[in-house]
Each structure stands twice: as structure tokens, then as C-alpha cells.
């Protein structure tokens, strides 16, 4: 199911004499996490602020959950969309109780069910509700403030979630603890995420798919691993790195190069294995220190695929000539 | 002091006249300032023509101010009143700009981004945050305010200038003068601590530090009710 839907979505500025967002055309699925990718001022905000109609669109229509956002008066559409920025916004006058219930309390909520649902999303985003509930955010750190920020878009039930580089004023360890975490949370709970971002390791690691902008129109829409071994244009090759090969390994996942295992296959005990979440870079690693022709990829203990040298190379390789 | 207590009926008297006459003005001050304030938030470039045009309405002496208004509203109450009023704006209006423009940009996206309407957008976002610094700007215009009105008894508004300019006239009366001089310091003390307190106890960053005594508590669980 679709649970956004851009056609023909443009955007002009008063003012401006070029297209922000150029007659965008594209499908998220539901229950997806898709990375807005692209250099700066390429239009990933403008179209970000389109969905939840913090900016009208000029031309084109946008579907979210199969309704036409326009029918949709903003406030209520926008009760039930989840919204994330990058300097968090939380309500400085608010505790992070009171931040996380400002949803809630807009959609009516009795007053315990809402406590409730602060406790649980607080749990949810690791911050143990007795010592951050009575919190203002000014006694929190950058991290702990995005992760209120996080729990407050999830306050109301949101099936839909943008997220504008939420991260990215976040130090480098922190920011991959709260990228796991977001992991964690759209596996755990199936939101379908609209995240922004221009760090291209971010995009790899979290996008189920990822859609490139560039000046406004999009350039590519596919999954990370399309995206690195068969680039549209130089421009995508350009923008994702493509040539540094041991990083882009470390980045894409077993599951993306392997080849599915037989019905009838039997892996031997002999043999070494790796999980489908691990990186191509640890597969690598593992095949040069057993020497083996091949790994058989684990999930839940059972063989689910197979991954040979040759996958490794093909994945590496293919963006090369591009 | 011994005037103040031999006509403690007439000083009274004086004493609710003159701060009638504040609280009238702060009331209209207050009303008048919110939208021009609104308007130049919304539109910036407003900024320098509104502000600057207070700014010299502020830079008249106050009594000329009020000699320009008594022959459209006559010599009373009201011409000092509609003085006090445009002296007031240019502080009330520069405060409420400057807390609504020291907001952070981002809270209020998070606040649009949520779902607010414009009208809890103001009440629950705004109103708060801005309320400190409105506060100083209402505490600095009640002492203004309270100083221009002791004027007001040369143009038959009454209040306690009356003290003042009969002890002067009354060649002599320094008692009068004392009594007078006392009363206004008094009432402007007051006001001032008052707002003083009122602005504290608003601070929400003041709440970072709670827990200590009990009367903190209180007024920290009486803001938020
Ligand atoms: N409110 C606005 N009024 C006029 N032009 C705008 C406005 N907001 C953005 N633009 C322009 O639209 C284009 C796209 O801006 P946008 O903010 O969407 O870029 P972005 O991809 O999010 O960039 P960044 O990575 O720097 O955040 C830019 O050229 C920008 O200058
Ligand atoms: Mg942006």
C-alpha cells in the first residue's frame, strides 16, 4: 500500500524564477524509510514541508494515505503526521512530559491516557520516565533532545513521520546510537519515515529506498544498493562517493548482494556464516581470513542465502564505469 | 509624614485617583501595543517607521505631550491618560517585538508542524515565552506612567501631583510636598516590586532551579495552573 504519493508535486517561491521542487513523481510504500537525498538547496525541505502542507504545492497533487491532502484541513492533517526538525524545536516552557503530550492534547486525549503514553514512548526512546519526565529540554543534551523530539512525533499514533535531518547537528557517535534507534523503532512499530538528509552514510545505513534530488527534480529513486552499483548519472556516482569501494562495503548490507538459498540446501557445519544485517565488508573480511569459497547467510539460524566472492566484486563494481 | 496621617481620607482619595489613572493607561497602553507589536513581527520592514516614530513621541517632554492633546480631549483626565499612553508604547511595543522575535524560529515550525492553529499557537506557545520580557516592559511603563500622571494635577486629572503643586503654590507647604513626594515613591515601589515578582515567578528557566523552598513551589505550581 502507498502510504505517500507525489504527482507532478512542484513548488515555486513568490518571487523565485526557478522550480524548488520540480514536478515530482513518486510512490512511498507504506511501512518504508525513505531517504530525501541531495546537495544543499536542492529542494529536500521544500518537499519534506509539502506533505504536512507547512508549504502549498504550485502544481501537482500529493496523496497521504490515499487521500488528497488538500481535502484535509492542515491542522488536523498535520495532528497526524509526525514531525521532526534538526534543532528539535521542543517547547522550551514545556517539560518533556508536557512536549511529548502537546499532540495528544490537541486531539483531545483524556489526561491519564496521555501520561500513559508519555511513560511508553519515553521507555520507547530509552530516556527512563522517571528522570526526564519533570525535565525541561534545557536540562537535556542534544542527543536526549532529539530523542524527546523523536517521542513527540510518535505522541499521537502517526502513521506518517518527516523527519528533516534530525540528526545533523548531533556529534558522529551519538548520531549512529540514534540512527540505530530509529532502525530499532521502524522495525518495532512499521511507521513510514520521510527522512531528509546530506550525509550519504546516513541515507545508506537507514533508507529502505532513497530518492535523490537534485535541483529540485528527482534524479533517482531506488534502494541504497541500486543506487551505489548502478547510478543513474555522474551526478549520482559523484554525490554517493561511489569510488571509495571499502566503505560503500561497510555500508551495504549481506542481504542486498546475496543470491537466495536453494529449497534443498544444506549448509556444513564446516562452513562459515554470516547474518543477512552484517556488512559486505565483514563478509570480506571472513573470506579472507577462512579462505572459503563461499558464506551461507544466516537469519534466525536458518541458511536463508548465499554469498560468494564474486557477489562482493559485482556489488563493488558495477557503479565503476558509470 | 504627620500630613499623610491627619488626611489620610483626602491622600487616600488621591492615592486611588492616581492609580486609577496608571491602570486606565497601562489597560489601553497594553491593548494598543499587542497588535502593533503583532504587525511588526509579522511585518518586519514596520520595525523602523513604527518604532522610530514612538521612538520620538517618547523624546517630547511629557508635559508638552499633554498640552497637545488638551484640545482635542480637553483639560482633564483624558489628555494626560492619552499622553501616558503613546509615552508607554514605545517601551511596551519594543519588548513584545523583541520576546516574540526571540523565540526560536524552530519552535515555532514545531508548533505549525504539530498542528496548532494560530490562536494555541499564541496562547500556549507564545504567551509564555514572551510573558518575562513583557512583563519588564509593563513594570518599566507603571513606573513611567506613575511618574507622568503626578503631572496630571496641573490639567485637573487629580491624583497625587495635586500634593505636589499645592504645596509649591502654597508657598511654604513642605509637608504637602513631603506627603506627596512620599506616596508617589511608595506606589511606585510598589508597583515595580509587584511586577517584579509577577516576572520572576514566570521565568520558565526559573524552574530549572525549583525545589528548594516551599514558597517557589507554590509559585511555581500557581503559574502553571
Ligand atoms: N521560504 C523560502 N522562500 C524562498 N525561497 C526559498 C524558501 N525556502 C527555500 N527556498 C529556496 O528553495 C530552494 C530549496 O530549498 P530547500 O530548503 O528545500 O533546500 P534543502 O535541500 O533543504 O537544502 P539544505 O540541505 O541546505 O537544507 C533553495 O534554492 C532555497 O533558496
Ligand atoms: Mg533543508
Not at chain 2, 23 to 38: E, N, R
Request: some cysteine; hydrophobic content about 50%.
Amino acid at each position: 500500500m502507498t502510504a505517500i504519493e507525489f504527482s507532478d508535486a512542484s513548488l515555486k517561491f513568490p518571487g523565485s524564477s526557478r522550480w524548488a521542487v520540480d514536478q515530482v513523481n513518486c510512490e512511498i510504500e507504506r511501512g518504508k524509510l525513505v531517504v530525501i537525498l541531495g546537495p544543499s538547496g536542492c529542494g529536500k525541505t521544500t518537499l519534506l514541508k509539502m506533505v504536512n502542507r507547512l508549504y502549498e504545492p504550485s502544481a501537482g497533487t500529493i496523496l497521504v494515505n490515499g487521500q488528497d491532502i488538500r481535502r484535509v484541513k492542515a491542522t488536523e492533517l498535520r495532528q497526524q503526521i509526525g514531525y521532526v526538525i534538526q534543532q528539535s524545536g521542543l517547547f522550551p516552557h514545556m517539560t518533556v512530559a508536557q512536549n511529548i503530550g502537546v499532540v495528544p492534547r490537541l486531539l483531545g486525549w483524556e489526561k491519564p491516557r496521555t501520561q500513559a503514553r508519555v511513560d511508553e514512548l519515553l521507555n520507547l526512546v530509552a530516556l527512563p520516565p522517571e528522570d526526564f519526565r519533570d525535565r525541561y529540554p534545557a536540562q537535556l543534551s542534544g542527543g536526549q533532545q532529539q530523542r524527546v523530539g523523536v517521542a513527540r512525533a510518535l505522541a499521537g499514533d502517526p502513521q506518517v513521520i518527516l523527519m528533516d535531518e534530525p540528526f545533523g547537528a548531533i556529534d558522529a557517535i551519538t548520531r549512529t546510537a540514534l540512527q540505530d534507534e530509529i532502525l530499532r523503532l521502524q522495525q518495532q512499530l512499521q511507521k513510514t519515515i520521510l527522512f531528509v538528509s546530506h550525509d550519504v552514510e546516513e541515507a545508506l545505513r537507514l533508507a529502505d529506498r532513497i530518492l535523490i534530488l537534485r535541483a529540485g527534480q528527482v534524479v533517482q529513486y531506488d534502494t541504497p544498493f541500486n543506487i551505489l552499483t548502478r547510478p543513474a548519472n555522474p551526478f549520482v556516482y559523484e554525490l554517493m562517493g561511489a569510488d571509495d569501494m571499502v566503505r560503500q562495503l561497510g555500508l551495504l548490507r549481506v542481504e542486498t548482494a546475496m543470491t537466495d538459498a536453494p529449497p534443498d540446501y544444506r549448509h556444513t557445519e564446516a562452513e562459515p556464516t554470516i547474518a543477512r544485517h552484517d556488512s559486505l565488508r565483514e563478509a570480506l573480511s571472513l573470506i579472507l581470513r577462512t579462505g572459503a569459497r563461499q558464506l551461507t547467510v544466516l537469519e534466525n539460524d536458518i541458511a536463508v542465502g548465499i554469498l560468494t566472492l564474486e557477489h562482493i566484486r559485482d556489488s563493488a563494481s558495477v557503479g565503476v564505469g558509470a | 509624614m504627620g500630613y499623610i496621617f491627619n488626611n489620610l481620607d483626602e491622600v487616600w482619595e488621591l492615592l486611588l485617583q492616581h492609580m486609577q489613572m496608571t491602570l486606565i493607561t497601562l489597560a489601553i497602553a497594553v491593548l494598543l501595543a499587542l497588535p502593533l507589536s503583532l504587525l511588526i513581527y509579522r511585518y518586519r520592514w514596520l520595525n523602523v517607521p513604527i518604532l522610530g516614530a514612538l521612538g520620538v513621541f517618547y523624546t517630547i517632554p511629557s508635559l508638552a505631550l499633554i498640552i497637545l492633546f488638551v484640545p482635542l480631549l480637553g483639560l482633564n483626565a483624558q489628555s494626560v491618560i492619552a499622553a501616558m499612553v503613546l509615552y508607554t508604547q514605545v517601551i511596551l511595543v519594543r519588548n513584545l517585538v523583541v520576546g516574540l522575535q526571540a523565540i526560536p524560529p524552530a519552535v515555532m515550525e514545531a508548533a505549525r508542524g504539530m498542528g496548532m492553529t494560530s490562536w494555541q499557537r499564541w496562547w500556549q506557545v507564545q504567551v509564555p515565552l514572551i510573558l518575562p520580557v513583557f512583563l519588564a516592559g509593563l513594570r518599566l511603563s507603571a513606573v513611567v506612567a506613575i511618574a507622568i500622571a503626578t503631572i496630571g494635577a496641573k490639567f485637573g486629572a487629580g491624583g497625587l501631583g495635586t500634593l505636589l503643586f499645592d504645596g509649591i503654590a502654597q508657598a511654604g507647604r513642605y509637608d504637602k510636598i513631603w506627603a506627596g513626594a512620599i506616596t508617589v515613591s511608595v506606589l511606585a515601589f510598589a508597583f515595580n516590586g509587584a511586577l517584579l515578582t509577577l516576572q520572576w515567578a514566570v521565568n520558565p528557566t526559573r524552574k530549572l532551579y525549583k525545589s528548594k523552598g516551599k514558597v517557589r513551589q507554590h509559585l511555581a505550581s500557581a503559574t502553571e495552573s
